[in-house]
C-alpha cells in the first residue's frame, strides 16, 4: 500500500453493486412491477396535499369484525417527488396458508417481486422463511429487511424494507470502493527490461 492506495486489481463493478447499496429501481417503477405482478397497487402520487412524501399502496381486506380486520392485505411504497424509494412496508394479517402452513403463492408473490427487484441478491435467503411464517432480519451494508409477527395480535405480520445511504456501514464500503483509493495495476510484461545478448565472434 503506498499513500492509501493499494496495488492489486480494483473491485470490479459488478462486485461493487453487492456492496454499495443503492436503490436501483424508482417508486413509479417498482409500483408498476406489484401491478405486473397481479398485486393492484395504485400509481405513484403524493400521499398529501403538500405533495412532500409520495406513495403507492395495496390495501386489501378480505374479512373483518366489528373491531378490525381477520384478514387483510396491506403493502406501502413510500418516497418522495423525484422518485426515490425510502421504505417499503406493509403487513399481512390472517395470511392463508396450506396443509403445511406456507404462505399462499398469491401472497409470497408480494416479497418474490420486492427481493427480485430491489437486485441485493444476498435478500434472496429471506423468501424461504417468510414462506414459513417465520421472523426474519437481514442486514447487508445499510439495507435492512425485517418480517415478523406483530407481538401485539395474534397471526399478524409487519414487514420493511430500508435502506440507510449514512449508516457507518455504507460510509466505510463507499470509502473502500472509491476509485481515488486504488492505483492502475502496472503491466509488468510492459515493464520487464529486455536482456541484451551479445554474440561472440
Same mark, same amino acid.
Given at each position: 500500500?503506498?499513500?492509501?492506495?493499494r496495488?492489486?486489481?480494483?473491485?470490479?463493478?459488478?462486485?461493487?453493486?453487492?456492496?454499495?447499496?443503492?436503490?436501483r429501481?424508482?417508486?413509479?417503477?417498482?409500483?408498476?412491477?406489484?401491478?405486473?405482478?397481479?398485486?393492484?397497487?395504485?400509481?405513484?402520487?403524493?400521499?398529501?396535499m403538500?405533495?412532500?412524501?409520495?406513495?403507492?399502496?395495496?390495501?386489501?381486506?378480505?374479512?373483518?369484525?366489528? #373491531? /378490525?380486520? %381477520?384478514?387483510?392485505?396491506?403493502?406501502?411504497?413510500? &418516497?418522495?417527488?423525484?422518485?426515490?424509494?425510502l *421504505?417499503? $412496508?406493509?403487513?399481512?394479517v390472517?395470511?392463508?396458508?396450506?396443509?403445511q402452513?406456507?404462505?399462499?403463492?398469491?401472497?409470497?408473490?408480494?416479497?418474490?417481486?420486492?427481493?427480485?427487484?430491489?437486485?441485493?441478491g444476498?435478500?434472496?435467503?429471506?423468501?424461504i422463511? #417468510? /414462506?414459513? %411464517?417465520?421472523?426474519?432480519?437481514?442486514?447487508?451494508? &445499510?439495507a435492512?429487511?425485517?418480517?415478523?409477527? *406483530?407481538? $401485539?395480535?395474534?397471526?399478524?405480520?409487519?414487514?420493511?424494507?430500508?435502506?440507510?445511504?449514512?449508516?457507518d456501514?455504507?460510509?466505510?464500503?463507499?470509502?473502500?470502493?472509491?476509485?481515488?483509493?486504488w492505483?492502475?495495476?502496472?503491466?509488468?510484461?510492459?515493464?520487464?527490461?529486455?536482456? %541484451?545478448?551479445?554474440?561472440?565472434?
Amino acid at each position: 500500500m503506498l499513500g492509501g492506495t493499494r496495488l492489486f486489481d480494483a473491485p470490479s463493478p459488478e462486485l461493487t453493486s453487492q456492496f454499495i447499496r443503492r436503490w436501483r429501481i424508482s417508486g413509479p417503477q417498482i409500483c408498476a412491477a406489484f401491478r405486473d405482478a397481479g398485486i393492484e397497487a395504485t400509481e405513484w402520487r403524493a400521499a398529501s396535499m403538500r405533495g412532500v412524501s409520495y406513495e403507492c399502496y395495496f390495501q386489501r381486506i378480505y374479512e373483518r369484525d366489528d #373491531i /378490525r380486520p %381477520l384478514r387483510s392485505t396491506f403493502l406501502r411504497v413510500r &418516497g418522495n417527488a423525484s422518485g426515490e424509494v425510502l *421504505e417499503i $412496508s406493509g403487513r399481512i394479517v390472517g395470511p392463508t396458508t396450506d396443509d403445511q402452513g406456507l404462505l399462499d403463492p398469491s401472497l409470497m408473490r408480494i416479497f418474490e417481486v420486492l427481493v427480485n427487484e430491489v437486485r441485493w441478491g444476498d435478500f434472496q435467503d429471506t423468501l424461504i422463511p #417468510i /414462506r414459513k %411464517l417465520l421472523d426474519i432480519r437481514c442486514e447487508r451494508f &445499510g439495507a435492512s429487511f425485517e418480517f415478523r409477527r *406483530e407481538l $401485539s395480535r395474534e397471526n399478524s405480520y409487519d414487514f420493511t424494507l430500508v435502506l440507510s445511504q449514512n449508516s457507518d456501514q455504507q460510509a466505510r464500503t463507499r470509502a473502500y470502493f472509491s476509485p481515488d483509493r486504488w492505483m492502475v495495476k502496472p503491466d509488468f510484461a510492459r515493464m520487464r527490461p529486455v536482456l %541484451l545478448t551479445v554474440s561472440s565472434r
